[in-house]
Structures are given as C-alpha cells and as structure tokens.
C-alpha cells in the first residue's frame, strides 16, 4: 500500500546514446533530463507512493550495470520510459530498453513495464517481439497506477487501464486510459529533486553564445500532443487524436521558478512539437518570464505558418534566443506529399528573416527522401539551407517512424522497414547509428538518401560562409567546436560493407 518502505516503481531511462550517436555523443549531443520519467514519478509522489528515478544516459552506466542497479533497488515495477531527445526518437531507444530488460530478466523476476512512443505506437508487437512483462498504450500516468496497485494486490490486472499484458498464454487489452485533461493539476511538475541536475548537458548550438554553460539544462514541456497531420510524425502515438493540450503559463513559470532558483538551470529547452501556436499560451508565459528578470536561454519549436510578428520580440524578451523551424523541403510538391502544410517557398524566406531580425537564432530542419522527392529536390532543399546560412541546421532522412501515418502506408506498400526482412532492426530508426536505414524514394535507394545526407551535413558546416557568419556572431572558439564535430564523419554499414 502507499506509504510501504518498499519502492513501489522505478523509472527507468535506458542507455541508447553510443549506439544512436555513434562519436557525438561523448561531445556535441545533449543529455536531456528524463522528462516523462520525472513527471510519472512526481505523479505517483503525490499519491503516497515510493518512487525513484534511474537514468543510466546521466550516470553513464551501461545495460549490465542498469540491471544490476534495477536489481538492487527491488522495486515493485520497473518503468521503462522509452523516449528520445525529439518527438520521433523512441523507436531508436527500444534496442537499449530491450538489452537491458533481458539482462535483468537473467536475474531477476521483478515486473517490467514498456512507456513511450514507440510501444504505444507497436503495443501488441512489443508484448509479442520484447521482454518486458507489460506494455502500456497511451499516456502512462494511469496505467502506472493502476498497475501498481494491481501488483500491491489492490487491484485486478483487467481494470489497468491502457495495459497490454498476456495470460494463461494469451494477449489482453484492456480499455483506454482517459487522457489527463488538467495537465496543471494532474501532472503538475517533474520530480526534479530524484535526479542529479548537475548531470545534465544542452545541445552544443543551444550554448554557441557560451561553450562552458551547457550543464545547467533542464527540458521543460508546456504541451501535450499536435494538432497538425503531418504523416511523417508519430508525435500523437501516446497521445490519441490530434488534439493539443496545455499546461498553465502559471504552473510553467512555477516550474521555471523552481528550476532557475533551486537548481541554477538558465538554459531550457521546450520539447513540445509546437510551442508557438496559441496566443494565450505564448505571450502569457512570456510576460510571466520577463516580469521576473530571469537571463534565460530557452529553445522551442515552431513552425513557417504559426511565427507571428506579435511572437518575436515577447520571444527574445523572455529568453528565447533559438527556434526551431521545421522547413522540411524546398519543394511545395514534396511537401504537400506529407501534409505538411500550404506555405510558399517565399513564406519561407522571409519567416526566417523576421525571427533573425527580432535576434533570435534559427534552428533549421530539413528531411530528404520524402516518398516524391529525386535527387534534384534534395539538392534544391540543400542549396536553400545553404542559401539561408542559418545558426543552425538539422539534416534528416525520411523515416516511417512507427505510429506515423508513413508507416502505415510504408507496411501496405510493402516498402524495406528496418524491422522487416535483413533489415537491422529498431536501431535503423535511427538518424546517426551505424545501421540507420532510411526509406528509399521512387528513384533513389535508402542507401543514395542516406548518403546524400551525410554529404549535405558536412557540406553546410563546413561551408566557409557559415564558419565566417558563426565567428563574428558567436566566436572562433564555436568555430573550431564545430570542425571537431564535422571530423567526427558517421560510420554506415552501407558503406562499410562496400569498402
């Protein structure tokens, strides 16, 4: 019962970082505070609960140690919260959720549960394929209450709600969880007080103003949920719909408050897939900021068709000094192919302009190997990055990320998916990993889109303009961070095999 000595759930982030990132990870990407895992745990705080937080990215265990330290802990349930550092990256984590369960499972018989995206995405595969005890479809919060109170023995396993489970050697589902509709009230703030906040680092571009002030981070979410289609995106797997809801600028600027005055945090990043959206939501918890004085230096989402001049200086006022603007494609044709949005190459152009001219640095992100795009489209959207020369550039693959409609379509067509077939496995999922295995096109192979990103990613951090534009607004020491990250050129198996 809550209350008990016993620690009723751990919540725990597997280590994936050096199988995702390969060489960037020791360096130049980020360790992000467990988002999902702190608000779980302050969730079940509050109701009496023991709980704790293992998150072996910080700690820089490995899968053996993670086990070993689950092992140790005894708890009632081990929650594996399986998300990434962006809204599609759960599906990559899934190889170090996995091995480090299957360690566990060697010597112990505590129950597991399976959180995030990718298995709220895949709930019936990841009972049948992994191994973990249960699998949670939708947000958490509830079924891991339920669950726990289940294995307390206050409770029937068939009254969990959102839990996937097997008996007598069959699967069950059970109903739906209710999706939290007072994210304020329910989910009220992370339980930031069972991690080590010193353990944590921001992406090196957040802190190109400053290279030595990456640990004092933390990632806050004010949002829950798109209320965009674009099929590309599994960001409403766990959420249902596409609906977005908010928290309170009140409860975020409670949170801020907590993290800048207990913990020392100045730079936050805003993990939700569009923070610049709703008015209210955006100009009430800026204010909220600005009246404090806080130096902060905070990052968000947003998109072409959603940045208002109204934003901007509010924006730059309260601390957002980057914004990541999701450009995908310099083709409306190829754009429109994933519902990504009605905006003309000019709305482009100048929406980058206005969020620079109000001092805010863009983060731009591209795809390539969208299902229309040939090899003159990518070059076209290449030579619009370079064109545009911004602070920074996010180069991606298309990828049908389980729970995106893209997968859906991927899986009728019969299209190479990295779990079918020879191919790798989750670990495909992911952009910088050895195995990575892109969707092919029409007229272009995985292996001709991948390489083609590769090549567009040193071609633009290496281009003597932005090296000149990075040194006079920032310094030549960012300068030289980043032709040591640009040494670090990706391994592919693609490529390895054909040496």
């Known amino acids: 019962m809550p209350g008990s000595s016993k620690l009723d759930a751990l919540f725990v982030t597997p280590p994936s970082r050096v199988q995702v990132y390969q060489g960037l990870h020791s360096e130049f990407a980020a360790i992000e505070p467990p988002v999902w895992s702190g608000l779980m745990a302050e969730f079940m705080g509050r109701r009496g609960f023991e709980v704790a937080i293992l998150d072996a990215e910080a700690e820089g265990l490995t899968h053996e140690q993670t086990a070993e330290e689950i092992a140790r802990r005894e708890p009632r349930l081990a929650v594996f919260s399986i998300y990434g550092q962006q809204p599609s990256a759960s599906t990559q984590c899934m190889p ?32 049948e394929e992994e191994p973990f005890t249960y699998v949670c479809e939708g947000e958490g919060p509830y079924t891991v209450l339920g669950l726990t109170e289940h294995l307390q023995g206050n409770a029937h396993i068939d009254r969990v ?74 960001i409403n797997a766990p959420f249902g719909g596409n609906g977005i809801r908010f928290w309170s600028p009140e409860n975020i600027i409670g949170q801020i408050d907590e993290l800048v005055r207990g913990y020392g945090v ?26 404090r004085g806080y130096d902060l230096n905070i990052w968000a989402y947003a998109r072409i068709d959603t940045v208002q001049d109204q934003f901007l200086d509010k924006l730059k006022g309260a601390g957002f000094n980057w914004l990541g603007l999701g450009i995908e494609s310099a083709s409306s044709y190829v754009r429109d192919g994933v519902t990504k949005g009605n905006f003309a190459d000019a709305d ?3 929406t980058v302009k206005r969020i620079r001219d ?142």
């Open 96 to 127: 170090g959720a996995a091995k480090t369960c299957r360690a566990l499972n060697d010597n112990s018989d505590i129950p597991t549960l399976a959180l995030g995206t990718h298995p709220s995405a895949l709930p019936k595969r990841t009972l």
């Open 266 to 291: 100045k730079n936050i990043k805003i993990p939700d897939e569009m923070f610049v959206l709703n008015k209210r939501h955006v100009m009430g918890l800026c204010d909220l900021i600005m009246e």
């Open 348 to 350: 482009i152009e100048t």
């Open 358 to 499: 109000a001092g805010i640095n863009v983060g731009a992100n591209y795809i390539f190997g969208l299902p229309d795009d040939t090899f003159e489209s990518m070059q076209e959207t290449l030579d619009m990055a370079m064109g545009f020369n911004t602070e920074w550039a996010n180069f991606y693959c298309a990828m049908a990320y389980p729970g995106s409609e893209l997968h859906g379509l991927a899986s009728q067509n019969g299209w190479a998916l990295p779990e079918n077939g020879d191919g790798p496995g989750w670990i495909g999922y992911s952009q910088h990993a050895y195995d990575c295995l892109p969707l092919p096109t029409d007229s272009l192979s995985a292996q001709e889109v991948l390489d083609f990103r590769d090549n567009a990613f040193n071609a633009y951090f290496r281009n003597p303009e932005y090296l000149s534009m990075i040194g006079q607004k920032f310094s030549l020491e960012v300068v030289e961070h980043i032709g040591r990250m640009t040494s670090h050129n990706l391994n592919r198996r693609h490529r390895a095999e054909a040496a």
């Open 161 to 234: 709600p959102g839990l996937w489970y097997r008996d007598d050697g069959s699967i069950h589902r059970n109903l739906p969880a209710t999706k939290i509709r007072d994210l304020s009230e329910e989910l009220p703030r992370q339980a930031w007080q069972l991690l080590d906040m010193s353990k944590y680092r921001a992406h090196n571009w957040h802190c190109f103003h400053d290279l030595s002030s990456r640990e004092r981070y933390a990632s806050l979410q004010t949002s829950l949920g798109c209320p965009y289609k674009c099929s590309f995106c599994c």
